[in-house]
């Protein structure tokens, strides 16, 4: 079963590349994120100094992320949608699901979206330091896009990193 971290945004992204990724990740102090999410440091500092990224088009199309010490051939998928496709996907999102976005700010971000950056996580990735690189990333780009996160059908303020309940 697949879990999304995904970033929504309002305005484009421009021309995003691993390196932006590996700039935006350089910030993070992985022993402290580790800690948040109940994790033990060294877990976390074994994955900041594991994290790679690979995009074998050159066009942050479809990028592989990994972070696993102990499991190195093991990836997370990056899926991203610009323009139309991520119009359409925001717009299945909004409309072709049962259960609706969480919020009217969710929904304003949806009907607006231009850009949209998906991580393909597995429970494995989930439970451990991936997940927490992740969601992370995903903040970082909806700020630089102007957007909202979601992730586990819940919806983040990327500003903020505090979740946007009903409204």
Same mark, same amino acid.
């Given at each position: 079963?697949?879990?999304?971290?995904?970033?929504?945004?309002?305005?484009?992204?421009?021309?995003?590349?691993?390196?932006?990724?590996? %700039? *935006? @990740?350089?910030?993070?102090?992985?022993?402290? &994120?580790?800690?948040?999410?109940?994790? !033990?440091?060294?877990?976390? #500092?074994?994955?900041?100094?594991?994290?790679?990224?690979?995009?074998?088009?050159?066009?942050?199309?479809?990028?592989?992320?990994?972070?696993?010490?102990?499991?190195?051939?093991?990836?997370?998928?990056?899926?991203?949608?610009?323009? %139309? *496709? @991520?119009?359409?996907?925001?717009?299945?999102? &909004?409309?072709?699901?049962?259960?609706? !976005?969480?919020?009217?700010? #969710?929904?304003?971000?949806?009907?607006?979206?231009?850009?949209?950056?998906?991580?393909?996580?597995?429970?494995?990735?989930?439970?451990?330091?991936?997940?927490?690189?992740?969601?992370?990333?995903?903040?970082?780009?909806?700020?630089?896009?102007?957007?909202?996160?979601?992730?586990?059908?819940?919806?983040?303020?990327?500003?903020?990193?505090?979740?946007?309940?009903?409204?």
């Amino acid at each position: 079963m697949s879990i999304w971290i995904s970033a929504w945004c309002t305005r484009p992204l421009g021309q995003l590349t691993v390196n932006d990724m590996l %700039d *935006a @990740a350089a910030q993070f102090n992985y022993a402290t &994120l580790a800690d948040l999410w109940s994790l !033990p440091d060294d877990e976390g #500092a074994a994955a900041g100094a594991a994290l790679r990224f690979e995009d074998p088009s050159g066009d942050f199309g479809s990028v592989q992320m990994y972070c696993r010490p102990d499991n190195p051939d093991a990836f997370i998928q990056i899926e991203r949608a610009q323009g %139309d *496709a @991520a119009r359409m996907a925001a717009g299945e999102r &909004l409309y072709g699901s049962s259960t609706p !976005p969480g919020s009217n700010w #969710a929904r304003d971000i949806l009907s607006r979206t231009v850009d949209l950056v998906t991580f393909d996580l597995k429970q494995d990735d989930e439970a451990g330091m991936g997940g927490v690189i992740a969601w992370y990333l995903a903040m970082w780009l909806g700020v630089r896009g102007d957007g909202a996160v979601s992730y586990n059908e819940e919806w983040w303020d990327p500003r903020t990193h505090q979740q946007v309940g009903d409204g």
